[in-house]
C-alpha cells in the first residue's frame, strides 16, 4: 500500500448555509476564522489558527466541538473536515443529534464504521443508492488513496448535494496556505469582538430573515427557556473539561436563548 507523506495539522468546516446565516454563529465560537461560499446552499469556515496545537486537544476533537457548536442552535448541519500526520477524517454534526464521522489512516486505510456512511447519506439527503454505494468505495481497501484522496472523494460526492470548494481550498493542505489561498480570494475574516457585536450580529441576522417576524410568542420564549436551560450546565461542563468546543457550544445555547427571550420582548406586537 502506498504511504502517504507526512501531512501537517489542518481542517475546514463545510456549513450547509449562506454565508449570512453562518456569520452570526461563527463568531460566537470566539476564534478567528475565514468564510467563504462553498456553492449553492454552502459555506466554507477556514481556521486562522491552531489550537490543536497549544492545547490538549488534538485536531479532530477541535474540529468536532466546533461542528457542534455551530449546529447546536441552527438548523443546518456543518461537516468538519480534518487530518494531521497520521490520519484524516470528517465529523458531521447536526444539532443535538449524534455526531457522526469516519476515519482513514495516513496510507488510506479505513478504519470507522460503515453504519456511519450510511448515517452521513441519510442526514444530508444523498442518493441512498448511488450516493450509498460511492460512500462505501471509501470504506473499502484501496492501494492507490491514501488518506488525502479519501477526503477528496468525499468532496467530490459532496458535489452532487452543491459543494464547491473555492479553488486551492484542498484537504490536506497546510493551516497557512489554507489560510492564505482563503484571504487572496476575497474571504471574510470572522473575529471575536466582544459579546456587544456578537448578540447585534445576531439580531440582524434574525431580522433580516424571512422567519424574524415569527420568531416570537409562547413557542419562542419556551425555545429560548429551552437554550438557557442546556446552554448553563453545557458550558460548565466544557469548562470543567477545557473542551474549547463545548464549551462554545453551551455559550452559543446560552446566546441564543437570551436573544430569543430578547427579541421576542423587543419585537412584541401590541396586545401579544
Known amino acids: 500500500m502506498r504511504v502517504a507523506p507526512p501531512a501537517a495539522p489542518g481542517a475546514l468546516l463545510l456549513c450547509r448555509a449562506e454565508p449570512p446565516a453562518v456569520r452570526p454563529v461563527a463568531h460566537l465560537l470566539r476564534e478567528r476564522m475565514?468564510?467563504?461560499?462553498?456553492?449553492?446552499?454552502?459555506?466554507?469556515?477556514?481556521?486562522?489558527a491552531k489550537p490543536w496545537l497549544t492545547g490538549t486537544d488534538p485536531v479532530d476533537r477541535v474540529l468536532a466541538g466546533w461542528a457542534g457548536a455551530l449546529t447546536v442552535g441552527a438548523g443546518w448541519p456543518a461537516i468538519a473536515l480534518w487530518w494531521d500526520d497520521a490520519r484524516s477524517g470528517y465529523t458531521l454534526a447536526s444539532g443535538f443529534r449524534r455526531t457522526v464521522g469516519y476515519v482513514w489512516l495516513a496510507d488510506g486505510t479505513p478504519v470507522g464504521e460503515g453504519e456511519a456512511m450510511r448515517t452521513f447519506a441519510a442526514r444530508l439527503g444523498l442518493d441512498p443508492v448511488l450516493d450509498v454505494e460511492a460512500l462505501d468505495g471509501l470504506t473499502r481497501p484501496d492501494s492507490a488513496a491514501d488518506a488525502r484522496a479519501r477526503l477528496l472523494g468525499?468532496?467530490?460526492?459532496?458535489?452532487?448535494?452543491?459543494?464547491?470548494?473555492?479553488?486551492?481550498?484542498?484537504?490536506g493542505e497546510p493551516t497557512d496556505r489554507l489560510r492564505s489561498v482563503a484571504a487572496a480570494?476575497?474571504?471574510?475574516?470572522?473575529?471575536?469582538?466582544?459579546?456587544?457585536?456578537?448578540?447585534?450580529?445576531?439580531?440582524?441576522?434574525?431580522?433580516?430573515?424571512?422567519?424574524?417576524?415569527?420568531?416570537?410568542?409562547?413557542?419562542?420564549?419556551l425555545l429560548g427557556a429551552a437554550q438557557l436551560a442546556a446552554g448553563l450546565p453545557l458550558t460548565a461542563w466544557g469548562l470543567k473539561r477545557r473542551s474549547g468546543g463545548w464549551t462554545a457550544a453551551g455559550a452559543i445555547l446560552i446566546a441564543h436563548g437570551v436573544l430569543?427571550?430578547?427579541?421576542?420582548?423587543m419585537r412584541a406586537r401590541p396586545g401579544d
Not at 475565514?34 to 486562522?48: E, I, K, N, Q, T
Not at 460526492?157 to 484537504?171: D, Q, W
Open 154 to 171: 468525499l468532496i467530490a460526492i459532496l458535489a452532487r448535494t452543491g459543494v464547491a470548494l473555492p479553488a486551492g481550498l484542498t484537504p
Open 260 to 265: 430569543s427571550l430578547a427579541y421576542d420582548r
Open 185 to 221: 480570494q476575497g474571504a471574510e475574516t470572522i473575529e471575536w469582538s466582544g459579546w456587544r457585536d456578537a448578540v447585534r450580529a445576531e439580531l440582524d441576522a434574525v431580522e433580516e430573515s424571512p422567519l424574524g417576524p415569527w420568531v416570537r410568542g409562547p413557542k419562542a420564549r
Open 34 to 48: 475565514l468564510l467563504a461560499p462553498a456553492g449553492d446552499g454552502w459555506s466554507v469556515l477556514v481556521p486562522a
